[in-house]
């Protein structure tokens, strides 16, 4: 009898040693929520005497698209985040007025009448984190070695012809073809300023074989070398980035000493985190958690509108689709489809929606112009092409539980029209693969800006040489002159009377519409001040104090 | 054959089934029609003629198959993996960097699973049919019936969220990042650096994980304990030993359990390598940075190198474990090592 009270003690002994060693609470184990919320109330009263004062900032954010931090190869979205805190640019765009340039790293700027030259003028006495000064090689050697490496930064600075080093604090950019947009590229957050030196030191460099020889990429996964508020001091894939404050900040030291950002996938675990105490801030939450986060009084929800948006492509090649080459059906589905119940049902709200491709947000997009669902206009329309009794598709997309909700949602929609959407859902990389073999009839998508110009949408949606537009088959010589005339023109009232004319000929084309722009929900901890939203780079992280 | 020369043998062949397994891997990967220049550069890059040339080249893509075939394994022989698409890294370094966090956690479950699953095997089988039986039985099917995404939240909700008893996803406290990295195991590490916030917050943070992943394993070992020993003790030598008037304890610790550890032995050494290779529902839930999570993102972007890489390392963790479980064989039953 006595054997099976061992084997009952050993199992109870195991299940307690591991309940205490939970329970003990050491240094580090979670507090309370209540608890937690109270202490930095009580820090604030006593700021300027509070030595001790945590000034450690954790934030959740899902970095699953995180593979590299090497400004040159990376091309996805966590790094835009990373590279706009750890590294200046030479202007920038503030959340509170996306459609000016301002200064950052160059106090001014001058460019030709052709738009083919522009040269900076850099702010004096910057220094990197590192301590070297900022100068002018620099800037020669980041656009050189992101040129030469050829990799996704590449394609932003294409049109580059040469770099030139007038004086120390000068430096003037030549260009293969006017771009107006220039300036708005070079605000991108990968275009950080480099610290030369340090990054020749760890392999780097910008000869034109760099694409072979350039070493510095391991070494800038893991560290930053620029002048940024914030220095990485390590990313361990998966799982965190770590910032230390800048001490050699030109704008002022900022706020948090440290800054942890977690890599957590899951919204919900997410959402717990934050409640307890665990991360002070959630990057962007699930629209289905957002009421439980308002609902929580030590929590505050952030809405803002990203550039995010998803888009439904139809091709213009009568061999692919007989019926989607007549622009009428492709209006014809455009009218059938409920946007609003997209928005409403399943976005719960937090979505808006653009006329054309070209997001809310940008001068001379008018989100009052789109297109309403009107089933009878859309039936009409298809007589009118000759498919009265309608048609059969092929919907493509690469697959996630949102898509599929609303790709569920469009086949429904059409079939009210008359249409049978067959729905073929694929892996990304698939989908990817097939649409740039221009093979799709109709395919639901997503765009993301890299910088914030209207080019970063007439450019790749236009010309059948680039992206969007090629992988459709749409090639319309009337949206093409109109976007030749944007990217050579510098003037702003001009450019948004012809940023409304290309919208206005795409909606007569209506190769591609989109279907929603997403909102992108910040959850955080109600202490902390100073959060906009950038569409971009999610948020200045400089801007955050308690 | 002596033991040594068997093991030889068995170690010599697995060359010949690592080449077999990336022959099929190569031809499945390459069977699906995706270009691998969308996992390497980015979309808007795919028509940046120079990005386009300049990546073709790079990864060897203008080679003809066997040539990239042949390539790999030439590089293989030497120790190296190729590069992955996706993270531009060597897929060994990718390897060294995940591997770590889902060992711990492997052993953790495995721990989990022999400290309950033993004791209650046993129990349950010498006290067959009756109360505990039953108990060991219930918590066998919850465990291989509840899938790790459910019941992950589920103990996450209640266990950290609600009650605050343990903490929260991640291998440490949010605002600790981690002690020196040596092995990369996070307990082993602060051991060794007698880094004791660490090595406490991270043995907290391993409960939970370790629970969820090793439950199924748990349910396995009590069920085969029980009837491995149910049968044991069924035979003449277990009614020999009571008849000689041996105390209970010692008939069954002693004399029965022995013989029939080996059925047990067989199912750990392959539990073992399934927590290394199947741990990725619970690593995503539990926001745990393993090679799980990895192997699903080569997967996902058709990352060749990365899925063979991978897929490689797990066949070879089977086939070690397989051996040790040979070799264990051996040390529990005398006949198996003289024969």
């Known amino acids: 009898m006595k054997v099976y009270r061992l084997m009952l003690f050993v ?36 700021a300027p005497a509070a030595p001790a004062e945590d000034k450690t900032l954790v934030m959740a954010m899902n970095m699953d698209d995180a593979v590299t931090f090497d400004p040159a190869i990376a091309g996805e979205t966590t790094n835009l985040f990373v590279h706009n805190t750890a590294y200046d640019q030479l202007v920038e765009i503030k959340p509170e007025n996306l459609g000016k340039i301002e200064p950052k790293v160059a106090d001014s700027w001058t460019f030709s009448d052709d738009l083919k030259t522009f040269t900076f003028k850099l702010h004096p006495g910057i220094k990197f984190a590192s301590g070297n000064e900022l100068t002018a090689e620099d800037v020669r050697f980041t656009y050189m070695r992101i040129f030469n490496v050829k990799g996704p930064g590449s394609t932003n600075i294409e049109m580059l012809e040469s770099v030139e080093v007038v004086d120390p604090l000068t430096v003037k950019f030549t260009l ?81 000493d440290k800054v942890i950002v977690k890599h957590v996938s899951d919204p919900t675990t997410s959402l717990q985190m934050i409640q307890r105490g665990d991360v002070d801030m959630i990057r962007s939450l699930d629209v289905d958690l957002v009421e439980q986060a308002q609902a929580d009084p030590n929590l505050q929800v952030v809405i803002g ?133 221009q093979k799709l009839p109709m395919a639901f998508g997503g765009w993301t800006p890299d910088y914030l110009d209207v080019t970063m949408w007439t450019h790749f949606f236009s010309f059948p040489d680039t992206s969007i537009a090629m992988r459709m088959w749409y090639d319309s010589p009337k949206t093409q002159e109109i976007a030749t005339k944007i990217e050579s023109e510098m003037d702003e009232a001009k450019r948004v009377d012809l940023t409304k004319q290309w ?36 948020f200045n992280l400089v801007d955050l104090s308690k | 054959m002596s033991l040594a020369g068997h093991l030889f043998r068995r170690i010599l062949l697995i060359i010949p089934m690592i080449i077999g397994i990336t022959l099929v891997l190569f031809i499945v990967t390459h069977a699906i029609p995706v270009n691998p220049l969308v996992v390497i550069l980015n979309e808007k890059s795919l028509e940046n003629p120079e990005a386009v040339r300049s990546a073709t080249e790079k990864w060897g893509l203008d080679k003809p198959l066997p040539v990239q075939y042949l390539i790999y394994l ?36 495995l721990l989990f699973a022999l400290i309950l699953g033993l004791p209650l095997g046993i129990l349950a089988a010498v006290k067959n049919g009756r109360f505990v039986d039953k108990v060991s039985l219930v918590v066998s099917l919850i465990g291989a019936s509840m899938p790790p995404f459910w019941s992950g939240l589920m103990v996450l909700f209640v266990f950290y969220y609600k009650l605050g008893w343990l903490p929260g996803p991640g291998r440490i406290d949010s605002r600790l990042t981690g002690p020196e990295h040596i092995t990369g195991l996070f307990l082993v590490d602060s051991v060794l650096t007698s880094d004791w916030v660490s090595f406490w917050s991270s043995l907290q ?93 080569a997967s996902i972007n058709l990352d060749y190198p990365a899925i063979m890489g991978t897929t490689l390392l797990f066949a070879v963790i089977y086939m070690i474990f397989n051996i040790l479980v040979d070799i264990s064989y051996a040390l529990f039953d005398p006949r198996i090592r003289e024969q």
């Open chain 1, 11 to 46: 199992m109870l002994a195991a299940l307690l040693l591991g309940s205490l060693s939970a329970c003990t609470p050491p240094a580090a184990a979670p507090a309370a929520p209540a608890a937690t919320q109270a202490q930095p109330a009580a820090g604030e009263t006593a």
């Open chain 1, 176 to 256: 293969t073809a006017s771009t107006p947009q220039f300036l708005a590229v070079a605000a991108n957050p990968s275009l950080g300023i480099e610290d030369s030196k340090l990054v020749k030191e760890h392999g780097g460099t910008d000869a034109t074989d760099a694409d072979k020889t350039d070493k510095a990429k391991d070494w800038l996964d893991r560290n930053s070398a620029g002048s940024g508020p914030y220095v990485m001091t390590n990313w361990a894939p998966k799982s965190e980035i770590v910032f230390e404050a800048n001490p050699n900040y030109w704008r002022g030291k900022p706020y948090f």
């Open chain 1, 305 to 437: 509108t990203s550039l995010d948006q998803n888009y439904l492509a139809m091709t213009s090649n009568p061999e692919i689709s007989e019926p989607l080459s007549k622009p009428t059906v492709r209006k014809a589905i455009a009218y059938a489809i409920d946007y609003d119940g997209i928005i409403q049902a399943i976005l719960r709200g937090y979505g808006t929606r653009a006329p054309s491709i070209i997001p809310v947000g940008l001068p001379g997009v008018d989100a009052t112009q789109a297109i309403q669902r009107d089933v009878a206009k859309s039936k009409e329309l298809l007589k009118e092409a000759g498919y009265e009794n309608g048609f059969e598709v092929n919907l493509h997309y690469g697959s996630n539980p949102t898509r599929e909700t609303i790709a569920a949602k469009l086949k429904a929609d059409l079939a009210e029209a008359g249409i049978t959407v067959n729905l073929v859902p694929m892996e990304q990389s698939v989908y990817l693969s097939e649409m740039r073999a």
């Open chain 1, 503 to 538: 919208q206005a000929q795409v909606m007569e084309d209506m190769p591609f519409l989109m279907l929603y722009q997403l909102q992108t929900i910040t959850v955080l901890n109600k202490d902390i001040k100073g959060y906009a939203f950038h569409p971009v780079y999610f």
């Open chain 2, 74 to 109: 030439r590089n293989l022989a030497q120790g190296d993996m190729g590069t992955s698409f996706k993270t531009k890294n060597p897929v060994v370094d990718d390897l060294r960097d995940f591997l770590p966090a889902t060992i711990e956690l492997a052993l953790g479950s």
């Open chain 2, 205 to 297: 943070h391993l409960i939970l994980p370790s629970v969820i992943l090793g439950w199924f394993t748990l349910a396995l070992i009590t069920r085969i304990t029980r009837s491995s020993l149910l049968e044991v003790l069924s035979l003449d030598y277990i009614r020999t030993a009571r008849g000689k008037g041996l105390r209970e304890r010692t008939v069954v610790l002693e004399h029965a359990l022995r013989n029939a550890m080996i059925p047990v032995i067989t199912v750990m050494g392959l539990a073992f390598a399934g927590l290394i290779s199947g741990a990725i529902m619970t690593e995503t839930i539990f926001a745990w940075p393993g090679v799980g999570r990895y192997e699903v993102e």
